[in-house]
């Protein structure tokens, strides 16, 4: 047997061909990370397994007894079958078949038992397994060591992959456990001895090899501090990096820009508002970067808070760029800085301000005569507000006096992007990033933990509330119903947005282009990446079927009596930037009753005449999605309503369709998005060095929380006295594991 260190590659234990599959299917690359790959559950070797749950499709490990084997020879070739039959202790049973009776015939004898595993099929009118693997607890052949382990022992059931079924993956942990010499121990023992933590190896044993009378949930407990641990160092490393660094400081300035705006504002700031308008005012007159995350409702405002935080930058003599993930919400953004500002942002032109400036919009797709006048703005100073999107992190664009970065809807850039607007002032900038999607706090601290953290709760003066229904698509008469709801909020006066999960044929649409914008068609089950982002839990589960695309929803409205005479609208995407532009102005301005978009609408989009919104096919949307979207109605002084159109949804989609009509309470809902989607998603790789980092952390579990909290304490407080974790050699590989180059190079730059 190979002596291993954690390092080892997993092809020190399996062959090539299936550690690729272990790498590819569960990201199980060395033996640290197999270490890391906990049992779904456990069995009792002395306890057989109830048969009658098992369904047909359904991969299982079942503890049974043989009652009876007999063989007959085969018909069309030589050799002989054997049918065995296991059950249980209730009188149910299983049939296990073998085309070839060489090799079990004399094992599987009855009175028997053992571990079977395989797929459960079905042959007439009896479930069966075909071929299954087995081991068998009263084999002799194993020794009496083996056969007392069993009687002494919980046995682990593993996820699956591939040929490597549980009893193999069992195997190859214990191998693993057995050959490695020195289990690495990344908390310090003075932790331990505080937190009553045991140590990592006892952890391991305790979680893959328990005795029946151990509880595997000590160990488990143990390996979620060192997830939370090692991730919270990470990110204290980030504070600590950042508090070394040096910004300008940007001083408020009486009678500027900021008291010019605020005079002219039309409606009162909220109270939170007001308060992290203070925070934001003296953490830019400080000379240590601001780096700070600003959420809050959908509609509670941010915009206003952070274009104020722009104002105060340039009065101080800087500029800010304001970076957005999509092209629509960059323009939109820019559109409505723009108004708000009015002749404020007519810096040197003639009607302006005295004291103005001018608003720069910097896009991939722009005409290059846009784009060198919005670069020269932005080189020169000219521009004090930049919006733009990733083109505005392209190595040739240059501030003059780069003061304040804010990043919209951070989730959606990764830290290298921020990074690299970040490295364009002469200084570190300081940050604000902003998102809608209300993060519970354990997110919050799990991964925005290297910021401080602002929350705005209430939301202006005239929100109208929002009501939300759920419509079962395949009922006519509620579909029709939903279609003359729409002609009734028109016919008021109002307009309308229909979201559907993706664009469809756009061929012989006008202004189509074939450009993948890499944002809709499979947008809704993408999570966190580029238009359409959001959890997978609506892509899991359901029966596959046709999603309604733009261009059909289009034809099926304009084939609506309800609907007859109704301006429709669309967009999308793949739309050319002129004419999505145009679009959204047309509808903005009350020219388009009807906008049947994807979720390129989902952020950002305002107009305060929209009433009602239809989602399509809502099931295929997670929790915060459906959250984001219906933010975009009820933003005026009429009531708001969202109307969930579905038809046959599965258990769980249903579940998150209930929870979004039963509350507009962002922060319950983000709550309740967490608890059904995957943690790793949650986190991504940009965030935190792996595909899948949060391995055994709920982030969502009150429990876990207060791990992720203690976690979070001591890590913070080691790193004050030891940054660079030289006192700590094996804290600091396990740190080195999670963390890829890019972010590695980061770290370095701060």
């Known amino acids: 047997m190979p002596v291993l260190t954690e390092d080892s590659p997993l092809t020190k234990l399996v062959k090539k061909n299936e550690a690729e599959q272990l790498a590819r299917n569960k990201g199980l690359v060395s033996v640290a990370d197999l270490f890391e790959f906990v049992p779904r559950r456990y069995v009792r070797p002395g306890h057989l397994t109830d048969l009658s749950s098992l369904h047909v499709g359904e991969d299982v490990l079942v503890v049974a007894e043989v009652k009876k084997a007999t063989t007959r020879p085969m018909r069309n070739r030589r050799g002989k079958m054997l049918t065995v039959v296991i059950g249980d202790d209730l009188g149910n049973e299983l049939d296990v078949t073998f085309f070839s009776a060489y090799g079990h015939e004399g094992k599987l004898a009855p009175g028997v038992r053992g571990f079977f595993v395989g797929q459960v099929g079905a042959y ?102 060192d997830e939370a641990f090692v991730l919270q160092t990470i990110l204290a490393q980030r504070r600590k990096a950042a508090e070394s660094e040096l910004a300008t400081p940007r001083p408020p300035r009486p ?43 959908v509609g509670s405002g941010k915009t ?188 008021a006066g109002h307009q309308a947005y229909v979201v559907c999960p993706r664009i469809g044929d756009v061929d012989d649409e006008p202004g189509a282009t074939s450009r993948d914008s890499s944002d809709e068609d499979a947008g809704w089950e993408a999570h966190w990446d580029g238009e359409g982002d959001d959890d997978q839990s609506g892509a899991e589960e359901g029966p596959t079927r046709e999603l309604t695309g733009v261009y059909a929803m289009l034809s099926t409205l304009r084939a609506t009596p309800a609907l007859e005479g109704v301006r429709i609208g669309v967009l999308h995407g793949r739309l050319d930037p002129d004419v ?23 952020v950002g989009v305002d107009v305060p005449n929209a009433s009602v919104m239809v989602v399509v096919d809502a099931d295929r949307f997670g929790i915060s999605q459906l959250h984001q979207l219906r933010g975009r109605v009820g933003r005026g002084s009429v009531p708001g309503l969202c109307l969930l159109m579905t038809s046959d949804p599965g258990e769980r989609a249903m579940e998150r369709l209930d929870q979004v009509a039963a509350t507009t309470d962002g922060f319950e809902l983000a709550r309740a998005d967490l608890m059904l989607r995957r943690e790793g998603d949650v986190l991504g790789a940009r965030q935190s060095g792996r595909a899948n980092s949060v391995r055994h952390l709920r982030l969502g579990r009150v429990e876990d929380e207060q791990i992720i909290a203690d976690a979070r304490e001591d890590a913070f407080a080691l790193v004050e006295h030891d940054p660079q974790l030289r006192a700590h050699p094996a804290l600091a590989a396990a740190v080195a594991m999670r963390l890829d180059e890019e972010q590695a190079a980061w770290l370095e730059r701060g």
Do not use: C
């Not at 549980?166 to 942990?173: E, I, P, T």
């Not at 203070?278 to 970067?289: F, H, K, Q, W």
């Open 580 to 602: 999505k532009d145009a679009t959204m102005r047309a509808f903005a301005a009350g020219e388009i009753d009807v906008l049947v978009a994807t979720t390129v609408i989902e």
């Open 304 to 491: 206003v808070v952070a274009l104020r935080a722009m104002l105060a930058a340039i009065d101080a003599g800087g500029q800010a760029a304001l970076l957005a993930p999509t092209e629509v919400l960059a323009a939109q953004h820019h559109r409505s800085i723009t108004a708000m500002l009015g002749d404020l942002a007519q810096g040197g032109m003639l009607g302006g301000a005295e004291f103005g400036t001018t608003v720069a919009l910097l896009t991939g797709s722009q005409s290059a005569a846009a784009r060198r006048r919005s670069l020269l703005d932005a080189a020169s100073g000219e521009a004090g507000i930049v919006v733009g999107t990733h083109a505005l992190i392209q190595k040739h664009v240059q501030f003059a006096d780069l003061a304040l970065v804010v990043v919209d809807e951070q989730h959606r850039f990764g830290v290298e992007q921020r990074d690299a607007l970040r490295e364009k002032g002469i200084r570190p900038p300081h940050v604000l990033v902003m998102t809608a999607t209300p993060i519970p706090r354990t997110v919050a601290m799990t991964v925005f933990g290297d910021m401080e953290t602002s929350t705005l709760r209430e939301l202006p003066r005239g929100r109208s509330p929002i009501s939300t229904h759920v419509v079962d698509a395949n009922r006519p008469g509620w579909v029709d119903r939903t279609w003359a709801r729409v002609a009734e909020e028109v016919a």
């Open 124 to 225: 007439g009118r009896r479930l069966q397994l075909t071929h299954p693997e087995y081991e068998l607890i009263d084999d002799d052949e194993k020794g009496d060591a083996a056969v007392e382990f069993y009687r002494t022992h919980r046995v682990p059931v593993y996820s699956t992959t591939g040929k490597l079924n549980s009893l193999k993956m069992r195997r190859l942990v214990y191998q693993a456990l057995d050959s490695v010499d020195r289990i690495r121990e990344p908390v310090p023992d003075d932790i331990r001895a505080s937190r009553g933590l045991i140590d990592r190896s006892a952890a391991l044993e305790l979680v893959h090899r328990p005795a029946v009378d151990e509880q595997p949930a000590r160990g488990l407990d143990r390996l979620k501090y």
């Open 255 to 297: 009678g500027g820009l900021l008291a010019a705006f605020d005079a002219r504002l039309p409606f009162e700031l909220t109270a939170g508002q007001r308060e992290i308008g203070e925070v934001l005012t003296a953490e830019l007159a400080s000379d240590r970067p601001m780096h700070r995350l600003l959420q809050g409702e």
